[in-house]
Structures are given as structure tokens and as C-alpha cells.
């Protein structure tokens, strides 16, 4: 595992926290786990981040995330204050998120706002699950009505790719029921029984792709007023 600031974290006495940080320096690896502050977290407890910046590359094999490659039992994983992600490219084979490569088992809460600012280059997965926000998540339920994405956001994956999750299993989405821009647009996102939506950005792929979610089993949507 690899981290711009911790490459893993397991069984601590507390939850964790992350505050005022910045890192920008590339994150490499050849391996799993990979993200820009934390490559691998299970730690039975809460993990906050709070008004942190993560601006370069991060790069791995499996389970890449913008702040964090996997994040496993975890009580909650805390988006509070400001944060900022302005990567250049987060790439991997599987598992390739915004934020997070994968989720397990853990409540993911954006409570402020999270800006995801990526160029064209921005979120590529080259064999499977690439999300805006996760590449994947299960027994998960994630909230991201804060979350704010440049219209250049471009999420990438042969198979599942969604622009906040590329697959979603036995989970539930909390969202608006639209994305959020920094320009302050606004885009729908489609309910099931819609077939087109004005979405920005890029979502590619061959297989189960998707403006906000490539690929859900088990799983629900839910729309906040």
C-alpha cells in the first residue's frame, strides 16, 4: 500500500482524522492501495478529512483513490469543511474513484464541500470500475450531495464506469437528484424510467457505463429534496 501521507492505517485506539493538509507530490505504485493520503484503511472507526488538498497524480495497480485506495470497516468516512482534489490523472487497472478506489463495509458522508477538478485527463480505470467519487462500493451507504465536479471530468473504464460510482452493490445512494458543477450548473441526474439526461463531462467505456452509476445490484438511489 501507498499514501501521500499514511500508506495504511489498522486498529487504532480512536477515530482517525486528517486536517489542513496538502500533498503534491505524485503517489506511484506498481501495487494495490494506492491513494493520495491513505493507501489502506480498515480501521473499525470513524475517518475524518477536513479542508485537504490532494493536487498531482496518483497511480496504481488496484484500488486507487484520490484520498484514499480502500477504505474497509470503517464506522464513517467524513468529507467535512473544504476539500479540494485537483489531481492531474488517477489511473489503475480496477477499482479507480475520485475520492476512493473501493468502499466496504462503511458509510461514506460528504458534509461540506468537495471539489473533484480534474482535466481531461481525469479518472481512469484500464480493466474495470472507475467512478467520479468510487470505482466501487459495497454494503455501503454513500452521501454526496456536496460533492462539485469540473465539466472536463472525464471518468474512463472498459467495464462499470459511472460518474459517481462505477459499480454499486447491495448499497444506497444519497444524492440530489442532480450533479453539481463548480460553474453552478446543474445537470439531472436520469431516474429509471428516463433514457437521456444533459450531463457534462465524459463518461466512457465499452460495458455498463453510466452518468452516475455504471453497474447496481442490490442497490438503491435515493433522492434528497
Known amino acids: 500500500s ?22 503534491k507530490t505524485s503517489i506511484k505504485a506498481k501495487n ?5 493520503f491513505v493507501g489502506w484503511g480498515d480501521i473499525d472507526k470513524d475517518l475524518n478529512i477536513t479542508d485537504c488538498n490532494m493536487e498531482s497524480y496518483v497511480r496504481g495497480d488496484k484500488y486507487v483513490g484520490g484520498f484514499v485506495g480502500i477504505a474497509k470497516n470503517i464506522g464513517i468516512l ?16 480496477t477499482s479507480v474513484g475520485g475520492i476512493v478506489g473501493k468502499i466496504d463495509d ?11 477538478l480534474f482535466g ?3 479518472i481512469t480505470a484500464n480493466k474495470m470500475y472507475a467512478g467520479g467519487v468510487a470505482g466501487e ?13 469540473n465539466e472536463a471530468l472525464t471518468v474512463s473504464s ?11 452493490s447491495n448499497s444506497t445512494l444519497l444524492s440530489n437528484n442532480y ?12 431516474k429509471k424510467d428516463q433514457f437521456d439526461a444533459d450531463f457534462n463531462g465524459n463518461v466512457t467505456g465499452r460495458n455498463r457505463i453510466g452518468g452516475a452509476v455504471g453497474f447496481a445490484t442490490n442497490s438503491n438511489i435515493k433522492y434528497i429534496s
Open 120 to 122: 481531461h485527463n481525469g
Open 32 to 36: 494495490d492501495y494506492v491513494g493520495g
Open 158 to 168: 472498459d467495464f462499470c464506469a459511472g460518474g459517481i460510482v462505477g459499480y454499486l
Open 106 to 116: 462503511c458509510k461514506m458522508n460528504i458534509n461540506g464541500p468537495t471539489n473533484i
Open 179 to 190: 450533479l453539481t458543477y463548480v460553474s453552478g450548473a446543474k445537470r439531472a441526474i436520469p
Open 78 to 93: 467524513r468529507l467535512t469543511g473544504t476539500n479540494n482534489i485537483r489531481n492531474k490523472n488517477i489511473a489503475g487497472n
Open 137 to 149: 462500493a459495497y454494503d455501503t451507504q454513500i452521501y454526496v450531495s456536496f460533492v462539485k465536479y
Open 2 to 23: 501507498a499514501g501521500g501521507l499514511i500508506g495504511a492505517i489498522s486498529s487504532p485506539s480512536g477515530e482517525c482524522s486528517i486536517s489542513s493538509c496538502s500533498v
